[in-house]
C-alpha cells in the first residue's frame, strides 16, 4: 500500500520533480500550489505526511502549519531556504517534525520521510505498545497519548519521541546528540538547536499539568528526567 504524502509549495516545477521521484518510491504524491488552498485540502483529505515549503505566496508556510496543527497531527516536514536558522526553529515550536534545506536532493527527501514515518508509527509501520512510568508522568506508545497526575498532554510528534527517550532513561543524562538521533532520526550538528527548541516545549506542557521542573539541564552533556518524586 503507498503512503500518501500532500507536497504545498508553489514551485510547480520542483512540485513535478518531487512528484515523480516519490512515486518511483513507493509513495502516493499530490502537490497543492497555495497556502490557503492546502488547508481547506488538508480539512478534507487525510495524508500519511506532508512536506510544506516556509516560502508561499500569500499564507505563509508557518501560518499554514500553525493553522493545522488546530486539526490534525500528520507529521509535516518543512522545506526552508539554507541558513534560515529562524524559520526552521519557529516551524519546530510550532509542530514540524523535521526539516530539509532548499535546493534539497529528492532521494535524501525520501529518506527523511521515510524517517519522519518510523519514528510517528504511521503509514502502516508495526508498532510495538510499550508503557512508560515515571513518578506521575505516563506514556503509551500504542496510542501515543501522554499525561501527568491523570491531566493529558497533547505533544508534537518530536516532542513524543524525545519525552519517551526521556522517561525510558530517567535518572540518566541523556546527551543532545542520543536525544537527535533517536526521536528525530539524525546525529546533532553544530549550531542545531531542535532539541533545545523540544524540550522547552515539553517542560511548558508539564509544568501546565503541575509537572515543574522534571527535565532538568545538564551543562555541557545534555537533559535528565527526574527520579525524585518532589518534582512531580
Known amino acids: 500500500m503507498s503512503t500518501t504524502v500532500l507536497i504545498i509549495d508553489d514551485d ?5 520533480l518531487l512528484c515523480d521521484f516519490l512515486s518511483l518510491e513507493t509513495f502516493a504524491p499530490t502537490a497543492v500550489h497555495n497556502g490557503q488552498a492546502a488547508l481547506e485540502h488538508c480539512r478534507r483529505h487525510a495524508y500519511d505526511v506532508i512536506v510544506l515549503d516556509v516560502m508561499l505566496p500569500g499564507m505563509q508556510g508557518l501560518d499554514v502549519l500553525r493553522d493545522l496543527r488546530q486539526f490534525s497531527n500528520v507529521p509535516v516536514l518543512m522545506l526552508t531556504a539554507r541558513g534560515e536558522d529562524t524559520d526552521r526553529i519557529v516551524g519546530l515550536e510550532l509542530g514540524a517534525d523535521d526539516y530539509l534545506a532548499k535546493p534539497c536532493n529528492p532521494r535524501e527527501l525520501s529518506a527523511r520521510l521515510r524517517a519522519v514515518l518510523r519514528r510517528t508509527g504511521t503509514a502502516g509501520s508495526r508498532v510495538i505498545a510499550e508503557r512508560l512510568e515515571v513518578g506521575t508522568t505516563a506514556i503509551d506508545t500504542g496510542s501515543r497519548s501522554v499525561t501527568h497526575a491523570g491531566n493529558e498532554l497533547t505533544l508534537t510528534n518530536a516532542e ?3 519525552l519517551k527517550e526521556l522517561l525510558r532513561w530517567a535518572g540518566t543524562v541523556v546527551s543532545k546528540d542520543t536525544l537527535s538521533q533517536h526521536a528525530l532520526g539524525r546525529s546533532l550538528t553544530a549550531y542545531d538547536r531542535s532539541v533545545d527548541v523540544h ?3 515539553i517542560r511548558k506542557k508539564l509544568s501546565a499539568a503541575g509537572g515543574k521542573d522534571l527535565i532538568v539541564s545538564v551543562r555541557g552533556s545534555g537533559y535528565q528526567f527526574r527520579l525524585d ?4
Open 229 to 232: 518524586p518532589k518534582g512531580t
Open 199 to 201: 524540550v522547552s516545549k
Open 160 to 162: 513524543f519521541n524525545i
Open 12 to 16: 510547480l516545477e520542483l512540485c513535478s
